[in-house]
Each structure stands twice: as structure tokens, then as C-alpha cells.
């Protein structure tokens, strides 16, 4: 069974910067998955941050372009997500996410299309 970590969560003041983690394990990386971000603020819905599909292709939501970054690393099975200069609006539990995806594009979209998720991680933006 696929099973997805994330880590590297926290409290930053704003303008900060995060790094989250997201291991996967049961699966590996470099057999044709897209890897996601999602966040949930209290009261909202799941909401699509950044993908990276296995070729490296990203997509990214327009609140956070130019200033957070996706990456993988298919031999480390670990999907990272950058974050600079974090605003309050960030805050929220960061989810990593899975689907079987062959494309070199992907998309944040519907968070029904990812499978498996980890039990994601607090990332909280206050002065």
C-alpha cells in the first residue's frame, strides 16, 4: 500500500520561508506518478498549491506563483515544496498527493484525482 509522509512544517513570520517534505513509501517515484500539494485552511476546501508530474512538467496555483517551488527526487522518493516569502493567507495543513499519471503536464485542480495522501502538515504564517 502507498503510503505518503510529509514533513517540515511550522511557525513563520511573514515574508519567512518553509520547506516541506512529502516521502513516499510502498510506491516508487519513477514509475509514471504525478506528485501534489494541496492546503486546507480551517473552514475551506482542499485547495490545489503545486504539482510536478514524473518528467518534471509543474503547475503551480496562481496565489503562490513566483514564490513557491516544487521539486522531486525519484531515487529519494521525496517530493519537496519551497515556500518564500509566506503570507498569513498561507496558512493552513499542506497535504501531498499521488495519482498514476503518464503526462509531462498536471494539474491541481480536482483533489479527487489523487489516490493516496499523507496526514499532512501545519504550516502557520503569523507576526
Known amino acids: 500500500q502507498i503510503q505518503l509522509a510529509e514533513s517540515g512544517g511550522g511557525l513563520v513570520q511573514p515574508g519567512g520561508s518553509l520547506r516541506l517534505s512529502c516521502v513516499g513509501a510502498?510506491?516508487?517515484?519513477?514509475?509514471?506518478?504525478?506528485m501534489s500539494w494541496f492546503r486546507q485552511a480551517p473552514g475551506m476546501e482542499r485547495e490545489g498549491v503545486a504539482c510536478?508530474?514524473?518528467?518534471?512538467?509543474?503547475n503551480y496555483a496562481d496565489s503562490v506563483k513566483g514564490r513557491f517551488t516544487v521539486s522531486r527526487d525519484n531515487a529519494q522518493n521525496t517530493v519537496w515544496l519551497q515556500m518564500t516569502n509566506m503570507k498569513p493567507e498561507d496558512t493552513a495543513v499542506y497535504y501531498c498527493?499521488?495519482?498514476?499519471?503518464?503526462?509531462?503536464?498536471?494539474?491541481?485542480?480536482?483533489?479527487?484525482?489523487?489516490?493516496?495522501w499523507g496526514q499532512g502538515t501545519q504550516a502557520t504564517v503569523s507576526s
Open positions: 498527493g499521488i495519482k498514476y499519471w503518464d503526462e509531462s503536464w498536471c494539474t491541481i485542480t480536482d483533489p479527487s484525482e489523487y489516490l493516496f
Open positions: 510502498g510506491v516508487a517515484l519513477d514509475h509514471h506518478y504525478a
Open positions: 510536478i508530474s514524473n518528467s518534471g512538467g509543474t
